[in-house]
């Protein structure tokens, strides 16, 4: 018995020497495991993501120069930071980026407005045929950006509307492709678009809420407005954050609708948009420079967003 009660335990003993734990940088299966569930993520990522976007850097620091005159031959070298100067100097550029700023200006708080007000009419018990509605306002994400702008174009076409017809009957001579309207016009379409997607994540984010918390506010004697005003919009508004900076984005992203308009309407010109200024430069075979319009608009989107994610955080205490 005392030999027993004074032999170590196999539990406490230390490890024999020579024998070590098994390293994850080292080889063996953990790390080849490891190695097989990342590869599929990370290869795409830096052949189709990093490398286009180093590639895009890359040649906006450089230019296309002449030797012999100007009928000499081309040759490409670096410029350092001469594109970049060419595209602040760019007085299209900066009139495209300010029409852009007022149509998200007006376009995205309208369209979150309107998605935050289906979102609460869908979470409540007094709306019957919620499927419907539903199904109905998530419709439009489900056709193509290009397709539901020419939809568009023929309800804004003098010669083809019937809308354009009806209100000509009555006296109001409407030009939805006037050059004070067509700006507009293409946010009616953005907004009709995406309009149902954003109403879509406000209503999961209100499924979430615990019926609970309802419960408790009417016994306190809250009304329905009460509760949707003061209970839901407050805790869903990490969503509401989440689809004004997809909003953000799409707004900096915004093509389609404009090019599409364009060919029914020369109140669209070919640099109305930054990513339309883009798209025109590299056609006429300036890579470079539509390569640095291409950073530029992504370093502003990149600040727009997280300065409004830092600026919404700031006010929430997070």
């Not at 196999?10 to 953990?30: I, K, T, Y």
């Not at 689809?243 to 093509?255: A, C, H, M, P």
């Not at 006429?284 to 502003?300: E, F, K, L, P, T």
Request: aromatic residues 14%; hydrophobic residues 50%.
């Amino acid at each position: 018995m005392t030999d027993i009660a004074t032999r170590p335990t196999d539990a406490v003993s230390p490890p024999p020497r020579g024998r070590c734990r098994p390293r994850l940088d080292g080889g063996g299966p953990r790390a080849g495991t490891i190695v097989a569930f990342l590869t599929p993520f990370f290869l795409p990522f830096v052949l189709f993501y990093l490398v286009p976007i180093g590639y895009a850097l890359w040649q906006s620091f450089r230019v296309v120069r002449r030797s012999g005159g100007q009928y000499g031959t081309s040759y490409t070298t670096f410029g350092g930071f001469e594109q970049y100067v060419e595209v602040f100097q760019n007085d299209e550029f900066w009139a495209s980026i300010g029409r852009i700023g007022l149509f998200g200006i007006v376009q995205v708080p309208v369209m979150l407005f309107t998605a935050l007000i289906m979102a609460l009419l869908l979470d409540t018990q007094l709306l019957k045929l919620k499927g419907f509605f539903r199904t109905a306002a998530f419709m439009p994400y489900a056709v193509p950006g290009v397709i539901a702008a020419i939809m568009w174009s023929y309800l804004y076409s003098p010669q083809l509307s019937p809308v354009v017809d009806l209100l000509n009957g009555i006296g109001l001579k409407p030009d939805f492709l006037g050059p004070g309207a067509v700006l507009w016009s293409a946010a009616n379409v953005s907004t009709w678009l995406w309009t149902g997607y954003n109403m879509l994540i406000m209503f999961s984010a209100l499924q979430s809420i615990p019926q609970e918390l309802y419960e408790a506010a009417r016994i306190d004697g809250a009304s329905d407005w009460a509760i949707a005003w003061r209970i839901k919009v407050p805790i869903i508004a990490p969503s509401i954050v989440m689809t004004t900076v997809f909003s953000i984005i799409g707004t900096l992203q915004l093509y389609s609708e404009p090019a599409v308009l364009r060919q029914i309407s020369s109140n669209i010109s070919s640099t109305f948009t930054p990513n339309m200024l883009a798209y025109t430069v590299a056609v006429g075979n300036n890579y470079q420079q539509a390569a640095a319009i291409s950073v530029v608009i992504a370093v502003i989107t990149f600040v727009l967003s997280f300065g409004f994610m830092r600026l919404t955080s700031k006010r929430a205490g997070l």
